[in-house]
């Protein structure tokens, strides 16, 4: 299959089960639909993990949110970047936004996220994951 926008082939990642086809060329094309915001956390995630490449998951992370500003999942692996870069103040923001759009097992994800290790003995951490998430 080939990049609707540029024609370049697409690639396909196999990610913990879950195969993801994106563009080499021309990242953008996988945020062609909001369900694939969740293709391109997936692949950011990847970058991160497999690669070690904090720059290239924060690109995609920064198009998915473009794409779907209100999704909680991409402000959290935003979060866990800042966090992992030892940007604390912007890992909380971040993090407070996505508990703020999420539900409780975000919250619960928090408190056991390797990435967000360091924030840990933050009060404001402390309070984030504490708290009672918004109603809906």
């Known amino acids: 299959m080939d990049c609707p926008e540029c024609n370049t082939p697409l690639q396909e990642i196999d990610y913990k089960g879950v195969n993801i086809n ?3 060329h021309c990242e953008s ?14 692949l950011a995630i990847l970058m ?22 209100d999704d909680p999942a991409t402000k ?9 870069e030892g940007k604390k103040e912007d ?12 539900d409780q097992e975000l919250r619960e994800n928090a408190l056991n996220d390797s990435c967000l290790e360091s924030l840990r003995e933050d009060a404001e951490f402390k309070s984030l994951t504490t708290e009672q998430p918004p109603e809906k």
Do not use: H, V, W
């Open 22 to 24: 994106y563009c080499p």
């Open 91 to 102: 890992a909380l923001a971040k993090l407070r936004q996505a508990l703020a759009l999420g």
């Open 29 to 42: 094309n996988i945020l062609q639909s909001e369900s694939s915001i969740g293709s391109f956390n997936k």
């Open 76 to 84: 959290y692996n935003i979060a866990c970047l800042f966090a992992l």
């Open 48 to 69: 991160r993990e497999k690669y070690n490449d904090y720059s290239a998951a924060m690109t995609l992370l920064n198009k998915a949110e473009q794409a779907a500003p």
